[in-house]
């Protein structure tokens, strides 16, 4: 089989963000789509544009920002969703209408109350729709890993008869393996007639584990296009995750004749962007960009690598975007110097104001801290496009006692719609202290479900990565916090998740399980 390309439709701005706690913003959706951009992402799915108001602006924010990646609106077959899909897309350079129905028994009984003809005539009449918006229509077959074969194939005929120029075949709840979607994918290739006249694309859960699997093993069964995410973000168990497929076909090219147009070197900075935004840690062994995944502490395998990297790695770190860490930065190093190591690191600030704001955060990081290592300095640009005038809490001063066979007291001023207030309050532990305190002035009758402390670099004066997740009447956020004072982090992790929960749009998403 002769080099054939792999399209790579990014979802992590629309499926990665019906994780529980992942809702992002306007600006911070703008900012993924303009990473995403830069890494050369074919297709970027920007969002359910009929869900709120706020998703139609972040979808059609998108759509006028970007423009050398397609821009992707998800619909169902319904008019008033392909119309406002239609109608966010307009100021695209490319635009694509991502229009679904589900076709299992289960859901075509249970959710949809249709008979398969039903299903099959809204199919039909839905694409016919979204091309008199654009050209590029993609059709969805939501829960084809647990649809009869045979209607599998009249549906996906009729589709592409009805003007889809892409088939999707969604493994909608992770049920499928590997050799089993494999086969699926080469029969529908086989047993469709008009198989020929659309490109066939694949989106994967990881309920099982295997969403990278199930995907690999359709692309070597004929998919054109692989459906995924930054980090494996998405609902349940996530999605397959978009390092780790671009990685697989670009190390394994013996048994993968393609490639994708994927510049590999932005994938680390988008890993760590997304998790920054989302409050989504990534974990220490995740494959590509977790923090381990190119570390040795095994005496065999370091002595190994010192004497060929090939002999326990098989891809540079630096295809990826690790670094090696070559220029130390601490205090005395200059503006210069800190611009070019984060443009080595991918990073070019829009303007000469937030270059100032991320230089200034730079040098109050290093009176603390010795050595300024590269994971600080992607914090440190994440912080940079914060705003925080348009948050309803600040933390101003928190002042903690703590001592041994003493309860913990913390004293905490925070700013509250632009007026100070102060509290006092004890508790289990100066982090639980600090905690009370907070909630003593803000009130907020939030749970705390999540309690999360990673360091981001080595060495004592290590900045702490807090992660927080806090949940009220059903709505949950995650909130993300730093400091070389695990206590200061862990309030700015708490204050990040209540100022999500203030702004956050009250989202009506129609009842759909996803693709």
Same mark, same amino acid.
């Given at each position: 089989m002769s080099q054939e390309s792999l399209i790579i439709f990014d979802?992590? +701005?629309?499926?990665?963000?019906?994780?529980?706690?992942?809702?992002?913003?306007?600006?911070?959706? =703008?900012?993924?789509?303009?990473m995403l951009e830069k890494m050369k992402v074919d297709v970027i799915e920007a969002g359910f544009p009929v869900a709120s108001p706020g998703d139609f602006k972040a979808v059609k924010a998108v759509a006028d920002t970007i423009k050398d990646s397609t821009v992707c609106g998800l619909s169902r077959a319904l008019?008033?969703?392909?119309?406002?899909?239609?109608?966010?897309?307009?100021? !695209?350079? !490319?635009?694509? #209408?991502?229009?679904? #129905?589900?076709t299992s028994p289960i859901h075509m009984r249970e959710k949809l109350n249709m008979q398969p003809e039903q299903v099959l005539d809204h199919a039909v009449r839905a694409i016919k729709k979204a091309r008199q918006y654009v050209d590029d229509v993609e059709f969805s077959a939501e829960d084809a890993g647990r649809s009869e074969p045979e209607f599998l194939y009249r549906i996906v005929e009729a589709a592409i008869d009805a003007g889809a120029r892409t088939i999707n075949i969604p493994d909608t709840v992770g049920y499928t393996?590997?050799?089993?979607?494999?086969? $699926?994918?080469?029969?529908? $290739?086989?047993? *469709?007639?008009?198989?020929?006249?659309?490109? @066939?694309?694949?989106?994967?859960?990881?309920?099982?584990?295997?969403? /990278?699997?199930?995907? +690999?093993?359709? @692309?070597?069964?004929?998919?054109?296009?692989?459906?995924?995410?930054?980090?494996?973000?998405?609902?349940?168990?996530?999605?397959?995750? +978009?390092?780790?497929? *671009?990685? !697989? /076909?670009?190390? %394994?090219?013996? /048994? @993968?004749?393609?490639?994708? %147009?994927?510049?590999?070197? &932005?994938?680390?900075?988008?890993?760590?962007? =997304?998790?920054? #935004?989302?409050?989504?840690p990534v974990q220490p062994n995740k494959a590509v960009v977790g923090k381990n995944a190119f570390?040795?502490?095994?005496?065999? &395998?370091?002595?190994?690598?010192?004497?060929?990297?090939?002999?326990?790695?098989?891809m540079r770190a630096q295809d990826v975007g690790w670094s090696d860490n070559k220029m130390v930065l601490g205090k005395h190093s200059g503006r210069n110097a800190f611009k070019t190591r984060l443009k080595e690191l991918g990073f070019v600030f829009d303007t000469d104001d937030q270059l100032n704001q991320a230089?200034? %955060? @730079?040098?109050?990081?290093?009176? %603390?801290?010795?050595?300024?290592?590269?994971?600080?300095? $992607?914090? #440190? =640009?994440?912080?940079?496009?914060?705003?925080?005038?348009?948050?309803?809490?600040e933390l101003i001063y928190s002042e903690v006692c703590s001592e041994t066979g003493e309860t913990p007291n913390a004293r905490v001023t925070l700013k509250i719609e632009g007026q100070e207030v102060t509290g006092s309050a004890s508790g289990s532990g100066p982090v639980d202290a600090v905690y009370q305190a907070i909630e003593l002035l803000v009130n907020s009758q939030t749970e705390l479900k999540l309690y999360s402390v990673n360091n981001i670099t080595r060495g004592t004066d290590s900045q702490g990565e807090v992660t927080v997740q806090l949940q009220k009447n059903g709505e949950m956020v995650y909130g993300h916090g730093a400091h070389t004072d695990i /206590?200061?982090?862990?309030?700015?992790?708490?204050?990040?998740?209540?100022?999500? $929960?203030?702004?956050?749009?009250?989202?009506?998403?129609?009842?759909?399980?996803g693709i």
């Open positions: 979802t992590t +701005l629309r499926d990665g963000e019906q994780s529980p706690g992942a809702s992002m913003t306007l600006e911070e959706k =703008v900012r993924i789509a303009k008019d008033k969703d392909i119309e406002a899909a239609g109608e966010a897309l307009k100021g !695209a350079t !490319a635009a694509r #209408i991502h229009t679904f #129905i589900a393996i590997p050799h089993q979607f494999g086969e $699926l994918m080469k029969n529908l $290739l086989e047993k *469709v007639p008009n198989a020929d006249k659309a490109i @066939f694309s694949v989106h994967c859960h990881n309920d099982l584990g295997l969403a /990278v699997g199930n995907s +690999l093993a359709a @692309f070597l069964n004929g998919a054109r296009q692989i459906e995924c995410t930054i980090n494996g973000l998405g609902e349940r168990a996530g999605n397959a995750s +978009l390092e780790e497929i *671009v990685m !697989a /076909v670009r190390t %394994r090219q013996d /048994v @993968f004749p393609c490639d994708t %147009r994927i510049d590999a070197t &932005h994938i680390v900075p988008t890993s760590r962007l =997304v998790s920054r #935004i989302t409050g989504f570390a040795h502490e095994s005496g065999i &395998h370091q002595d190994g690598v010192i004497k060929s990297r090939e002999t326990y790695e098989i230089f200034q %955060r @730079f040098k109050n990081l290093a009176d %603390r801290k010795h050595e300024i290592f590269d994971e600080d300095l $992607l914090l #440190i =640009v994440s912080q940079t496009h914060e705003n925080p005038e348009e948050n309803t809490y /206590v200061i982090a862990s309030a700015r992790a708490y204050i990040d998740a209540l100022n999500k $929960l203030s702004s956050m749009i009250k989202r009506s998403h129609p009842q759909y399980d």
